[in-house]
């Protein structure tokens, strides 16, 4: 038997708490457990009960040594037994446990303290829970959870890690029942209610509990079927126990079976289900109007970006805000949201989604992560975009792009009008290439915003369109995964010929947009362009400058992985040029990649965390805005 006796320094708190940390198996997620209840800032005592026999939870332990109250390490009889273990050896008014798997939201028990000095009678303090799929997003709350009433004797209102009871409420009824496995929570809810132990529900979540395939919480073992059956027929008689265990049943098949996708896929309900939201989330994850959900870092490293997807997201119909993030607008199904500033280990952002009257979206899941190997979303080509030689359009996971000494080169020999012209003549030169780029060689990731800077001539619009694909490479390669939206030739491949809406939809059609029907995106294009009332008329009606509008609110509402920017605010009066520019720096936040054409210093030192020199035809200089800056007054300052 390992035994170690420590204890985490005091907070100075009326109110101090013990957690029990049973451990059952291993699993990494310990740790994560563990840190989230390190981090708050109360007095409190953690026993870790260990009885998984498992070196890996051991070198865990050992790394929160000086933080754990009680640290055993040895086989016990059971979850219940190993709590009521916990507690007896260590001090704390305030009772509670923690699984492994699951975790405390920030400053959790700062409220629940704050709750219980402020009311000496409340014997139970409990909230909400957020639910996390096994990749550790955040998909929704735990519906069952509500009001106590009466129903307790007949379904679990409470969410385990979010309930917190004094210790003499729990000695009054004799504590936890060893002897069960699965239903221990549950019971001791029902003895503390029947006993006319004062219950406070609050209304906001406190943890993190893992929803998945394993967990008890989707067995249907024989043993747990009993206690339920057990547990309910003592105070609701058989026939209730019965309609209970059916409810867990069905409850299993629609969840952890073969049968959840059709249930997610097509929001399959029990007839006489109720409706219920939490935090403007239902069942399903659909949006009512707004919804709050926390995200919590819960890796060992700064978080850059928000990852969130939804089901039906439409150009205009949600808005999404969060601490460290600019207002965007919700443009596709996946999203990969940079933040202004990183987000620490178990640190907390919350997330904010409001979606226009009447229309329906659903909300997936998100997470706060560091990673750029992660899809936004994928790309997949259509018969409409030939591959040429050195393009290569990736579809593995994550949008960036990478040139390989890619040159681009055109012949500079005036071109010959007919084919009459071309067999008569015979005095016809060799054909020599104008290099417009050298050998450039680029990588970008997803969270790059990168400014290209150089004098005019010298191949800026050049190597945007390179990397747009506008300009194959005449050696070299080039690699982009991800879609990309390039705001810079505008109105290049839409026909004169055809109304405003016909081109929209042609647009669309080029870019792999999938909502060529969509009113709402239709109508969103026309009326940022003001040009909603001329939506019929054919294109070539318009003057040059409503053309290059309308061509700019097709691009720009293109949902891209990578955005390409060029100086390309000539297009209309002041008020619109304002418009244009404040929509494009909406837009910066929703794309992975950026990359900006521009002489503007202060605009690419705002925006940009890097910067290239283009000299020439060639990459000068790639380094941060500031050096790369400094080097471009120089060479300006000799020519």
């Known amino acids: 038997m390992d035994q170690q006796v420590g204890k985490r320094a005091a907070v100075s708190n009326p109110i101090s708490f013990c957690v029990a940390v049973p451990v059952g198996r291993e699993d990494a997620r310990l740790a994560i457990a563990?840190?989230?209840?390190?981090?708050?800032?109360?007095?409190?005592?953690?026993?870790?009960?260990?009885?998984?026999?498992?070196?890996?939870?051991?070198?865990?332990?050992?790394?929160?040594?000086?933080?754990?109250?009680?640290?055993?390490?040895?086989?016990?009889?059971?979850?219940?037994?190993?709590?009521?273990?916990?507690?007896?050896?260590?001090?704390?008014?305030?009772?509670?446990?923690?699984?492994?798997?699951?975790?405390?939201?920030?400053?959790?028990?700062?409220?629940?303290?704050?709750?219980?000095?402020?009311?000496?009678?409340?014997?139970?303090?409990?909230?909400?829970?957020?639910?996390?799929?096994?990749?550790?997003?955040?998909?929704?709350?735990?519906?069952?959870?509500?009001?106590?009433?009466?129903?307790?004797?007949?379904?679990?209102?409470?969410?385990?890690?979010?309930?917190?009871?004094?210790?003499?409420?729990?000695?009054?009824?004799?504590?936890?029942?060893p002897d069960l496995k699965f239903v221990m929570d549950w019971d001791l809810w029902v003895r503390l209610y029947s006993k006319g132990k004062k219950f406070h529900f609050s209304n906001e979540p406190f943890s993190n509990v893992v929803w998945e395939v394993g967990t008890k919480t989707a067995s249907i073992a024989p043993r747990r079927l009993r206690e339920i059956f057990e547990l309910v027929r003592r105070k609701s008689g058989p026939w209730h126990a019965l309609n209970t265990i059916l409810g867990v049943l069905s409850h299993h098949v629609a969840n952890y079976t073969s049968f959840a996708r059709l249930k997610k896929k097509f929001q399959l309900h029990h007839p006489f289900a109720k409706h219920k939201s939490i935090g403007g989330l239902d069942r399903d994850g659909n949006i009512e109007s707004i919804a709050r959900i926390p995200l919590v870092n819960r890796e060992s490293s700064p978080a850059t970006l928000i990852a969130i997807e939804f089901e039906g997201a439409e150009d205009g119909i949600a808005e999404l805000e969060a601490e460290g993030v600019a207002p965007i607008k919700i443009f596709r199904d996946a999203m990969r949201i940079p933040l202004l500033e990183p987000v620490q280990p178990g640190e907390l952002r919350w997330l904010s989604i409001s979606t226009n009257p009447g229309r329906r979206l659903r909300f997936l899941g998100a997470e706060l992560n560091s990673e750029i190997g992660k899809p936004a979303n994928s790309t997949v080509g259509t018969a409409r975009q030939l591959s040429l030689p050195g393009m290569v359009e990736s579809e593995a996971d994550g949008p960036f792009v990478r040139l390989e000494n890619c040159t681009v080169a055109f012949p500079a020999t005036g071109s010959v009008k007919t084919l009459k012209q071309t067999l008569l003549r015979r005095d016809i030169r060799p054909t020599r290439d104008r290099v417009l780029l050298h050998n450039i060689n680029l990588d970008a990731a997803a969270g790059e915003r990168i400014g290209i800077i150089g004098r005019n001539g010298v191949g800026k619009t050049s190597l945007l369109r390179l990397i747009a694909g506008i300009y194959p490479p005449s050696r070299g390669t080039r690699t982009i995964r991800g879609k990309i939206a390039p705001v810079l030739s505008l109105g290049r491949?839409?026909?004169?010929?055809?109304?405003?809406?016909?081109?929209?939809?042609?647009?669309?059609?080029?870019?792999?947009?999938?909502?060529?029907?969509?009113?709402?995106?239709?109508?969103?294009?026309?009326?940022?362009?003001?040009?909603?009332?001329?939506?019929?008329?054919?294109?070539?009606r318009l003057s040059a400058g409503l053309q290059a509008r309308f061509a700019f609110s097709l691009s720009i509402h293109q949902a891209p992985d990578i955005l390409i920017l060029d100086e390309i605010f000539t297009i209309g009066d002041v008020g619109f040029v304002k418009k244009a520019q404040a929509e494009i720096m909406l837009r910066?936040?929703?794309?992975?990649?950026?990359?900006?054409?521009?002489?503007?210093?202060?605009e690419i030192m705002e925006v940009c965390s890097r910067a290239i020199l283009i000299q020439d035809g060639r990459i000068e200089m790639d380094s941060d805005p500031g050096s790369v800056f400094a080097e471009y007054r120089k060479l300006l300052a000799v020519q």
Not at 125 to 141: E, K, M, P, T, W
Request: glycine letters at 6%.
């Open 493 to 540: 491949g839409l026909d004169p010929e055809l109304s405003l809406r016909a081109n929209v939809s042609l647009g669309l059609i080029q870019s792999n947009r999938n909502e060529i029907h969509s009113e709402t995106l239709v109508n969103s294009i026309l009326e940022f362009a003001e040009l909603s009332d001329r939506a019929n008329d054919p294109m070539r």
């Open 588 to 602: 910066l936040d929703a794309s992975p990649i950026l990359f900006i054409a521009s002489h503007d210093e202060n």
């Open 34 to 177: 563990l840190r989230s209840l390190v981090a708050q800032p109360v007095d409190m005592d953690i026993a870790l009960l260990d009885a998984s026999n498992s070196e890996s939870v051991r070198q865990i332990a050992r790394g929160f040594e000086a933080d754990l109250a009680l640290s055993l390490h040895r086989p016990d009889t059971g979850q219940a037994a190993a709590i009521r273990e916990g507690w007896a050896n260590t001090s704390g008014e305030i009772l509670c446990w923690l699984n492994t798997d699951d975790s405390l939201l920030p400053d959790s028990l700062r409220k629940v303290a704050a709750i219980f000095a402020s009311s000496p009678e409340t014997d139970i303090v409990y909230g909400h829970s957020v639910l996390i799929d096994h990749n550790g997003r955040a998909i929704g709350y735990h519906l069952a959870v509500e009001q106590i009433s009466d129903a307790i004797y007949r379904t679990n209102l409470i969410s385990q890690p979010s309930c917190f009871v004094r210790r003499r409420a729990v000695q009054d009824v004799g504590g936890i029942d």
